[in-house]
Nanobody, 124 residues
């Protein structure tokens, strides 16, 4: 079955950086828009960023715009999330998702596949 496996999470101080990766298997990766979501304790899951199949278009939540960058490498079946200038409010479990629809549809949470997530903790 399709697997999305995230890595790269951890503990970082405020102002620091992390790079998350999501490796896909058993998926025609280039046929899917990819995205990142996060869920903090006691909160709803929220959209972070998404990217089109060919990397030509991206979308970001206002809360992470200009700090986070989503990218993908279709040859490696991997999507990345570079997170800079991290804040304590960025603390959450981050998971990736794959959608056969557009990156904008993915923004609404409509996805075919989801990863299990990786914990990101930002200390103040």
């Amino acid at each position: 079955q399709v697997q999305l496996v995230e890595s790269g999470g951890g503990l970082v101080q405020a102002g620091g950086s992390l790079r998350l990766s999501c490796a896909a298997s058993r998926l025609t990766f280039g046929s899917y828009a990819m995205g990142w979501f996060r869920q903090a304790p006691g909160k709803e899951r929220e959209f972070v960023a998404s990217i089109s199949r060919s990397s030509g278009n991206t979308a970001y939540a206002d809360s992470v715009k200009d700090r986070f960058t989503i990218s993908r490498d279709n040859a490696k079946n991997t999507v990345y999330l570079q997170m800079n200038s991290l804040k304590p409010e960025d603390t959450a479990v981050y998971c990736c998702a794959a959608s056969s629809g557009s990156l904008y549809l993915l923004r609404t949470g409509e996805a075919n596949y989801w990863g299990q997530g990786t914990q990101v903790t930002v200390s103040s």
